[in-house]
């Protein structure tokens, strides 16, 4: 009789699809955002952008992606920071990020087999399961970080002169810190400057959180297929010795030499 239990996992199939179609909405509707922010600068300092009262300043705003004129009376923002494709924005941000943690979380828990919400499975296919989930959303974290952070791991105190052949009048790097990845810049006619844009260094840092929560599930998973084999393995060599007539049969040789 084998010894492997009947195991379950939650049913996270929904969860992923509902988050890759919101995924596809928010590239394409960041798509739009960020080509409406093009020239939009210029034409608000050219007076091309009508606004209440004078323009004062120009400002870019990371999420929603938009260009924002800021006039006297009031702010006057490109297509990505209007109603309707701002709304789009953060509603498909926010089923993207909730159903992408709802999911990892069930990865974490091992619920009891029945249920509408729950499907059987065996651990060495929640290992697998797990194991798919970390790599997609590790492999998402390093390569952000790699885009966002190369200069910092190339050398954190020269992170603001890589890359650039500057001669003897490189930016100086005046503090750094590797998550976020981000560092302050001073050139020689003393004005400072980030090394990346605060919204790269702070989506770098928010992609470690699924990252994270995906290897607890992967070691959980691998915890438990671990314990389950070692069961195995421990009441198949039991089962082995413990035979009916297996202590007997050890034992016939000497009586059957005596006999002869």
């Known amino acids: 009789m084998s010894n492997v239990s009947v195991h379950s996992g939650y049913r996270t199939g929904g969860?992923?699809?509902?988050?890759?179609?919101?995924?596809?909405?928010?590239?394409a509707a960041s798509a739009v955002a960020?080509?409406?922010m093009l020239e939009f600068d210029e034409r608000c300092m050219h007076g091309l952008v009508e606004g209440p009262g004078r323009l004062r300043d120009?400002?870019?705003?990371?999420?929603?992606?938009?260009?924002?004129?800021?006039?006297?009376?009031?702010?006057?923002?490109s297509v990505g920071g209007r109603d309707v494709l701002g709304s789009l924005l953060w509603v498909s941000l926010s089923v993207v990020v909730v159903c992408m943690f709802v999911a990892l979380l069930a990865e974490c828990l091992d619920p009891r087999p029945g249920g509408r919400l729950v499907t059987p499975m065996s651990r060495a296919g929640k290992l697998r399961r797990t194991a798919t989930a970390f790599s997609v959303t590790g492999?998402?974290?390093?390569?952000?970080?790699?885009?966002?952070?190369?200069k910092l791991l190339a050398g954190p105190s020269?992170?603001?002169?890589?890359?650039?052949?500057?001669?003897?009048h490189a930016p100086r790097t005046l503090e750094y810190s590797f998550l976020p990845p981000q560092a302050t810049c001073q050139y020689t006619s003393g004005m400072?400057?980030?090394m990346n844009?605060?919204?790269?260094?702070?989506?770098?840092?928010?992609?470690?959180?699924?990252?994270?929560l995906a290897g607890i599930a992967f070691a959980l998973a691998?915890?438990?297929?671990?314990?389950?084999?070692?069961?195995?393995?421990?009441?198949?060599?039991?089962?082995?010795?413990?035979?009916?007539?297996?202590?007997?049969?050890?034992?016939?040789?000497?009586a059957r030499e005596n006999a002869n």
């Open 34 to 36: 960020v080509f409406g």
């Open 222 to 254: 691998f915890r438990r297929w671990s314990v389950e084999r070692r069961a195995v393995r421990g009441g198949g060599g039991a089962a082995s010795g413990d035979g009916p007539g297996g202590g007997a049969a050890a034992g016939d040789g000497p």
């Open 158 to 168: 020269s992170a603001c002169a890589a890359g650039a052949d500057w001669g003897f």
């Open 197 to 212: 844009p605060d919204w790269l260094a702070s989506l770098t840092a928010q992609s470690a959180a699924p990252a994270l």
């Open 139 to 150: 492999s998402a974290f390093l390569l952000l970080y790699a885009l966002a952070g190369w």
């Open 192 to 194: 400072t400057e980030r």
């Open 15 to 27: 969860l992923w699809t509902a988050a890759g179609i919101s995924f596809t909405v928010l590239t």
């Open 58 to 77: 120009v400002r870019y705003q990371a999420f929603p992606p938009s260009t924002v004129c800021e006039f006297q009376g009031g702010d006057v923002m």
